[in-house]
């Protein structure tokens, strides 16, 4: 594995290339994680789905293929497993679509499919996003390609990470600096959920304009 992980194979190698970030672009990264949560709850939490009573809960499905349910159903406690390795958009986390979505007070149903391409069976469950009972919030950051604006502040602190950042645009090793660097901005950042649009190409399943969540 070392050999295959090139310049990573070393942890501590890779954790002594990252550069403190200046307190603006911090400042900036935590402006838009608010702006990022209010924007998810308005357009994704579905004020007629509200057991709790909370108004935040974030109800989404993971599209897997059967075969996989009877491990899920069997665990005492069902949770759904996190996706591990550098082939996935946002590094390691469980990628799940919401299940309702409205865009200036327009409901599209058709959302729910984003990620219908992954599998037959469908798991739904929720998440609270700002938890009253213990005073959580969840720490968002959108990166949809139609704000632009995550996207562009991500890059920003992609620059300033030079190591990866060299790697990431001149090496042969430009999908494992990948990984490491969204798993990195998540870890530094505390973020919770990103959010964003697949990357998948199926004329049948995925809209470019729809929303994932890892």
Same mark, same amino acid.
């Given at each position: 594995?070392?050999?295959?992980?090139?310049?990573?194979?070393?942890?501590?190698?890779?954790?002594?290339?990252?550069?403190?970030?200046?307190?603006?672009?911090?400042?900036?990264?935590?402006?838009?994680?608010?702006?990022?949560?209010?924007?998810?709850?308005?357009?994704?939490?579905?004020?007629?789905?509200?057991?709790?009573?909370?108004?935040?809960?974030l109800?989404?499905?993971?599209?897997?293929?059967?075969?996989?349910?009877?491990?899920?159903?069997?665990?005492?406690?069902?949770?759904?497993?996190?996706?591990?390795?550098?082939?996935?958009?946002?590094?390691?986390?469980?990628?799940?679509?919401?299940?309702?979505?409205?865009v200036?007070? #327009? !409901?599209?149903?058709?959302?729910?499919?984003?990620? $219908?391409?992954f599998?037959?069976?469908? @798991?739904? /469950?929720y998440?609270?996003?700002?938890?009253?009972?213990?005073?959580?919030?969840?720490?968002?950051?959108?990166?949809?390609?139609?704000?632009?604006?995550?996207?562009?502040?991500?890059?920003?602190?992609?620059?300033?990470?030079?190591?990866?950042?060299?790697?990431?645009?001149?090496?042969?090793?430009?999908?494992?600096?990948r990984?490491?660097?969204?798993?990195?901005?998540?870890w530094?950042?505390?973020?919770? #959920? !990103?959010?964003?649009?697949?990357?998948?190409?199926? $004329?049948?399943?995925?809209?470019?304009q @729809?929303? /994932?969540?890892?």
């Amino acid at each position: 594995m070392s050999k295959r992980l090139g310049p990573y194979s070393n942890i501590s190698t890779l954790f002594r290339s990252i550069r403190n970030n200046s307190a603006n672009l911090k400042a900036k990264i935590d402006k838009w994680c608010n702006d990022s949560f209010k924007t998810l709850k308005t357009r994704h939490v579905d004020p007629q789905r509200n057991i709790h009573n909370s108004g935040s809960e974030l109800w989404v499905i993971k599209y897997m293929s059967p075969k996989y349910l009877s491990n899920f159903f069997e665990k005492k406690r069902r949770k759904l497993n996190v996706s591990l390795g550098s082939n996935f958009t946002w590094g390691d986390a469980t990628y799940v679509t919401p299940l309702y979505s409205s865009v200036n007070g #327009i !409901v599209n149903p058709q959302m729910a499919y984003a990620s $219908a391409m992954f599998g037959r069976a469908g @798991i739904v /469950g929720y998440t609270l996003l700002d938890n009253s009972i213990n005073q959580n919030q969840l720490k968002v950051f959108d990166a949809t390609k139609d704000s632009k604006i995550g996207i562009e502040i991500y890059k920003e602190w992609i620059a300033t990470q030079t190591s990866l950042y060299d790697h990431l645009v001149t090496s042969a090793h430009s999908q494992m600096a990948r990984y490491y660097l969204s798993k990195i901005f998540r870890w530094t950042y505390e973020i919770d #959920i !990103v959010y964003f649009n697949p990357d998948e190409y199926n $004329a049948r399943y995925v809209n470019r304009q @729809i929303i /994932g969540l890892p």
